[in-house]
């Protein structure tokens, strides 16, 4: 009888011929690649030793001292609001690819773990809901990181590249629409049960491979902004609810008058 891929949970049908515990070692493996990665970062790049001296500095410009309940409040709001929104991308397209590629990578990564540390042996019985929001979570990370990829990034909407330009800093959002491609490619083959052909084996070797270089790419790649944008928000709310404003001066309190000009194209040449 044919399986309905969507329903099904792909890490049990592979610990039909591979041991739960390497599935598992590899997720170990891969959490170890991503703080080594961005350990070494940090390090190469002193930027946490910046931030942490640079609100050292900026303390001492505060206006007010915050109580406890009014910083937890403010680390709340931050974390619902700036991080969970990605507030900072504004109104429109950028913000709508970010929150599809950004909420289907924590949904495919959550639906991931759980399934294979809670249902990749052949007589689990895996909960329906794991591997639907695993499958549209693949779904969502595809969507919103090609979006992205295709129409969206600086060097294509802004510079006139061509879309097929492809520099070093892609390297984080096509590793990340590759894991997901490949792994739902492979979950399809997989419920298609094509006996002795190679079909689902190879996306699933294209699945392991995209996650190798994902995870082992951290130092090179984008991936450590999902750790120091949620950082950085939280510091610039703090700094400007205590008056420290990271030693910025306080906004003009005058009319905002641009002129015309400024209405005669939408910023994007930055
Ligand atoms: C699971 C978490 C996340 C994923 C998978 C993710 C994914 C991505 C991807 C694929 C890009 C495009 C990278 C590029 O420039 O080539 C990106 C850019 C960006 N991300 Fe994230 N992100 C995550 C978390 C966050 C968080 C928490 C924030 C902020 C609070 C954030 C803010 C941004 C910003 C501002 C950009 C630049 C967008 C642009 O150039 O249009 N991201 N993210």
Known sequence: ??????????????????????????????????IIGTLVDIIHKKNVKYFFENAKKAKKAATRELGSGERVAIVAKTVVYDIGTTSELGAGKRRVAHLLGMYGTILFWIASVVMIFLYSSPISQTPIVWPILWHVGGIMTVLGGCWFWFFLRVDVYSEAQPWYRIIQADLFVLALIATSLFGLIWSFLQTLALGERWDDKVFLALYIISNLVLFGGVYWSKFAHMFYKPGAAIQKNLAEADGSRDNLPPEADAPEQFGLGIKREVPKHY
């Open 1 to 34: 009888m044919r399986m309905n891929f969507l329903t099904t949970n792909p890490f049990e049908l592979l610990g039909t011929w591979i041991s739960p515990i390497l599935l598992q070692s590899f997720v170990v493996l891969m959490v170890a690649l991503i």
